[in-house]
């Protein structure tokens, strides 16, 4: 087997990622396709089962650098979503009835049309979620308010937050995270969020620190709950275990320490049919800062855009071509089937 470690610079960028899956390393060719999968279960070509949430990336400017960031997210990413294309975002969901808009970035609250944004999505009366990662609210006294704010407007918050402790947080996110998650997450809980009976939503994420799958979403839950009580009093509602896909920061991670063949054998083996019928690219639309349109946010950070000869940009929406769309898989996806299933919104089954 030739090294894959010696045939491609892991620390290069998502051409490299494409190359990898499609590369003609026999260990990685004898995996079986995922489209084939899919196939055995009259699944192929996926299809979508409706349009229910746009999650939109306002951009790749983040205070923090995560190592497993499929976003490759970071302080000096230059590229925001513009007013104009967030008008454009909203003048799709006014003409549809999409009921969800899923906020992302990087940390989306650094675009500076971010609040408006907000404002404008809450006018139109739909659900509104954002992808805290906690620390922007105390990185600046600018954000301070921001617990406030999306009380306000009443903002589902939804946060990483890989362990209870100090050291494996701060592994995975950087230096001093942890503490400042804290901090974050007490401003929360003060706002009312992760309070019961506020209405207020705070779910967590979690996602495995290395070439594992994550353990059961419940008894994850279950001790999160206990301990964040415990050693912090901090409250949240739910935890959402989620898989690492190889993408990206997490690829290039596989790849520099070896665990790239071991970590695909270990999503084909835990493919599970019923995850596959629930994939999250079945109900959503993805949306780049520059507005393009993606099955998943997945797809967007591989460069794999709405395919099929459809319009693939927001100015060309159009949901009943988008309903009858094609979506694009690649090896990657088995990320979303391994085991109970993985999304945004952690388990699928
Ligand atoms: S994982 Fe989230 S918080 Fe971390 S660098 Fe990426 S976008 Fe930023
Ligand atoms: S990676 Fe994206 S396209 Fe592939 S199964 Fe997951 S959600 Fe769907």
């Known amino acids: 087997m030739k090294s894959l470690q010696a045939s491609h610079n892991p620390l290069s960028n998502s051409f490299i990622q494409l190359e990898v899956l499609n590369t003609g ?11 084939e999968k899919l196939r055995a279960l009259g699944l192929f070509p996926l299809k979508p089962l409706n349009i229910n949430t746009l999650q939109i990336n306002v951009g790749k400017m983040c205070n923090q650098t ?49 609040r408006w944004f907000v404002e404008e999505i809450s006018k139109l009366g739909r659900k509104i979620i954002v992808r805290c990662n906690l620390t922007i609210i105390v ?15 009443r903002v589902e918050v939804i946060s990483s937050l ?3 402790s100090s ?12 503490n400042d998650s804290l901090k974050a997450l007490q401003l929360l809980n003060a706002a009312g969020y992760g309070v019961e009976g506020s209405g207020l939503i705070l779910n967590l994420v979690y996602n495995p620190s290395g070439a594992f799958l994550p353990p059961p979403q419940g008894s994850l839950e279950s001790d999160f709950k206990r301990e964040l009580k415990l ?46 019928q629930n994939v999250m690219c079945r109900s959503m639309i993805s949306i780049g800062w ?14 794999l855009k709405i395919n099929h000869g459809l319009p693939d940009h ?15 898989i690649n090896q990657h996806c088995y990320g979303c089937t391994a085991g109970a299933g993985s999304s945004c919104g952690g388990e699928i089954v």
């Open 25 to 35: 390393d026999e260990t990685i060719s004898s995996l079986p396709k995922f489209s």
């Open 66 to 114: 995560c190592k497993h960031c499929h976003v490759d997210a970071g302080p000096d990413r230059k590229e925001i979503m513009t007013r104009e294309t967030m008008q454009q975002c909203l003048d799709i969901l006014a003409s549809t009835s999409i009921q969800t808009v899923d906020l992302t970035g990087g940390a989306p609250e650094m675009n500076p049309d971010f």
């Open 139 to 153: 990185a600046n006294k600018k954000y301070n308010d921001l617990p406030e704010f999306f009380k306000t407007h």
């Open 162 to 164: 890989p362990y209870y």
């Open 167 to 178: 050291h494996k947080t701060d592994a995975q996110r950087g230096e001093g995270v942890f």
């Open 231 to 276: 050693r912090f009093n901090i409250f949240f509602n739910e935890l959402f275990a989620i898989t690492n896909l190889p993408v990206s920061r997490f690829l290039d991670y596989l790849m520099v320490s070896g665990n790239y063949d071991g970590y695909m054998e270990k999503l084909v083996n835990s493919f599970n049919p019923e995850a596959a």
């Open 290 to 303: 520059d507005g393009y349109l993606y099955d998943c946010d997945f797809n967007q950070m591989l460069d």
């Open 314 to 328: 927001i100015k060309n929406f159009n949901t009943e071509q988008l309903n009858q769309r094609e979506i694009v």
